[in-house]
């Protein structure tokens, strides 16, 4: 439908960009189809281009890799590293899983995620959950659960990413909680809930 090297990002929204695209560049039956006429907009100061609405396509790429939900921002950084500090991840008291070995990811503008093994994971309070979510840093989630304490059911608390993209393929298989949710204690010192709330 569309192939172009000359897509221009504009921010019609602060921190996600958008792709411009080359009306030349796009297959003109998708021009034409009266159906997608909602999901083309054009720009005063680009009338030679076409932004197409992220979800009027199936796939996009960048060169030979997926990207999910919307073009990456490239003043965006996220890093995986791996580390050996102490971490407990806790709710109420009840301890959902430690690692001596996690990963941490640092996104710009959001807290630290702490990712751990499925082996550090106490599966007696954890309930598989049909959450799906995407990320156009880390690829689309292919498991998520909540906690179950006594009668009450803290939804879609963890998640995990077993095919993130390339560049952070260090938490692959690896869980991640809601800090904002749970109480993370790294090195012994427990960690403020940040107010965000991303995956």
């Known amino acids: 439908m569309v192939d172009t090297t000359s897509a221009v990002y504009v921010w019609e929204i602060e921190n996600y960009p958008q792709f411009y695209l080359p009306v030349a560049d ?20 680009l009338p030679d ?38 971490v407990r991840i806790e709710l109420d008291g009840v301890r959902l899983a430690e690692s001596t070995s996690p990963v941490l990811l640092f996104e710009t503008g959001l807290p630290t995620r702490y990712y751990v093994d499925r082996t550090a994971l106490d599966l007696n309070h954890l309930e598989p959950s ?19 304490l006594g009668d009450t059911l803290h939804r879609d608390l963890a998640w995990s ?4 993209t390339t560049a ?30 991303y995956s």
């Open 130 to 148: 049909a959450t799906e979510t995407a990320c156009p840093y880390k690829g689309r989630t292919t498991a998520y659960w909540s906690v179950r």
């Open 26 to 45: 796009v297959d003109p039956g998708l021009l034409a189809d009266p159906a997608l006429k909602p999901r083309l907009r054009r720009h005063p100061d």
């Open 161 to 164: 990413y077993d095919f993130p």
């Open 49 to 86: 281009h076409v932004r197409i609405r992220w979800d009027a396509l199936d796939h996009w790429y960048e060169e030979d890799e997926e990207v999910f939900v919307h073009p990456r921002n490239p003043y965006v950084r996220v890093d995986a590293l791996r580390s050996d500090r102490h």
């Open 168 to 197: 952070l393929a260090p938490i692959r298989g690896l869980v991640a909680f809601f800090n904002e949710k749970v109480d993370l204690v790294v090195d012994g010192v427990l960690q403020d809930r940040p107010v965000t709330r």
